[in-house]
């Protein structure tokens, strides 16, 4: 069964976007199964900018794209990516939308705003996109899937339902201005005549996609240190992006999934709030930044810059069974005569681990151990093959692969889709 998930190694934004932009090609559904519009992908294809929050990148292609029942739905950014593909050509009919996604309600983001204000300086950082309080109604069974867009009087009854206790929320512990019932109503029943065609059985589709031989190519959003139950809690999204939650994001089963491709940046970046070990001090981190454009593509945040961490990646190959590893923005790094890379964390206690801490106090406290390997200091543009990388790139990846037992498949050179090297054929990694 030929069934590949695609998954964020990191803190997010390892680019991800463009490494399933590049095998949807070879692939004929792609699937997001968790998250929603705190995600963002930019894809530069034909010269034009491409960005997304909710739609998988295949959709470049034309080819399937699904969003699983595990995804969080802001009906309005949808519809904005439907109608800016539409204006720009592209054809949106191959969209499927489950119907037991949840969707994200205008007091989701007033909650994830008043919250994150309350919280002050203990903020999360959040994407402040309503994604922890659409989970957590979720969970709570408050929550309004895209299913119940298709009967207005279930709708209206469950808006009434939820604004009884989200409005005393708002009102009376945060201090913020209540929903008016009668323009989320409206709002709301207005997108449901724009997506109900899109709406579907995603879980069925997918399953027979599988059944027939189609390629499916299943795409996380955020990254393994973001997971809700294994990463770097508090500070984490309110989903699973690691590879496990292809499985119940979308409704197959686990045994149906080939291949995880892990998707790792050569350096680390994070946003928002939380202990970063291998995070840059002094005027190396500005530079990283600027060189590898690292603000945020949904909210304009800097991004905090870090060396490569293995023992962090070694935990993500770890929680996500990689079979192999995309290694991104190698170019980024072109100028830097010394390239330092974290290979054990020191606790507290003075014991070094190759292993990522299991307890919070001492991921908080630990200082990394880094190797310093010997930069390149030539840039990699125009390269076209592995074998005509520098000694010095070749060896930083050949340190990445042996640290982590998991081959490098992919290594990114630049923005454009061609800007990736392939140490086998595309198809190959597409198709296991
Ligand atoms: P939330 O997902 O908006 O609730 O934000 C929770 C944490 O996840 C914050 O630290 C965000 O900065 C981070 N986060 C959420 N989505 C992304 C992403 O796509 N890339 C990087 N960080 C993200």
Request: glycine fraction near 12%; hydrophobic fraction near 40%.
């Amino acid at each position: 069964m030929p069934a590949t998930v695609i998954v964020g190694a990191q803190w997010g934004d390892e680019g991800k976007g463009k490494i399933v932009d590049l095998l949807a090609q070879h692939s004929d559904v792609v699937c997001r199964y968790q998250g929603g519009p705190n995600a963002g992908h930019t894809i530069v294809a034909d010269g034009k900018t491409y960005k997304f929050r909710h739609m998988p990148s295949g959709i470049l292609w034309g080819k399937e794209c699904v969003l699983g029942a595990g995804c969080v739905v802001d009906p309005q950014v949808f519809i904005e990516e439907l109608d800016g593909l539409e204006e720009r050509g592209l054809s949106t009919e191959q969209v499927h939308l489950s119907g037991n996604a949840q969707l994200i309600m205008p007091w989701h983001i007033a909650l994830d705003q008043a919250s994150e204000r309350r919280l002050g300086k203990l903020q999360i950082g959040t994407t402040r996109r309503g994604i922890g309080p659409a989970y957590g109604d979720k969970a709570a069974r408050l929550g309004i899937r895209v299913q119940d867009l298709l009967d207005p009087k279930i709708l209206r009854q469950k808006i009434a339902v939820a604004l009884a206790e989200k409005n005393h929320w708002l009102e009376r512990v945060y201090g913020a201005e209540p929903v008016g019932f009668e323009d989320v109503s409206h709002r709301y029943e207005s997108y449901a005549q724009r997506l109900r065609p899109y709406i579907a059985d995603t879980s069925l589709l997918v399953d027979c996609s599988l059944r027939e031989g189609r390629f499916v190519l299943f795409e996380g959003a955020q990254g393994t240190l973001l997971d809700l139950d294994h990463g770097t809690y508090p500070f984490v999204t309110s989903s699973n992006p690691i590879a496990g939650a292809a499985a119940t994001g979308i409704g197959i089963g686990p045994t149906r999934i080939d291949a995880v491709l892990g998707v790792a940046k050569a350096y680390l970046t994070r946003v928002g709030e939380g202990p970063f070990p291998t995070e840059i001090e002094g005027p190396d981190q500005e530079r990283v930044r600027e060189l590898g454009g690292e603000y945020g593509t949904v909210t304009g945040r800097e991004r905090r810059c870090g060396w490569l961490d293995l023992v962090g990646l070694r935990y993500a190959a770890r929680l996500n069974g990689f079979t192999s590893l995309a290694l991104t923005k190698l170019d980024v790094l072109s100028s830097f005569a010394e390239l330092p890379v974290c290979v054990r964390y020191r606790l507290r206690d003075g014991t070094e681990t190759e292993e990522f801490p299991a307890h919070q106090s001492d991921f908080h406290h630990c200082e990394p151990v880094y190797e310093v390997l010997p930069g390149w200091e030539e840039p990699l543009d125009g390269m076209d093959d592995v074998s005509r990388l520098p000694e010095a790139a070749r060896r930083y990846v050949s340190f990445v692969e042996q640290a982590l037992e998991v081959d490098v498949s992919l290594i990114g050179t630049g923005a454009a889709r061609e800007h990736v090297l392939a140490q086998r054929g595309l198809a190959a990694i597409a198709r296991p």
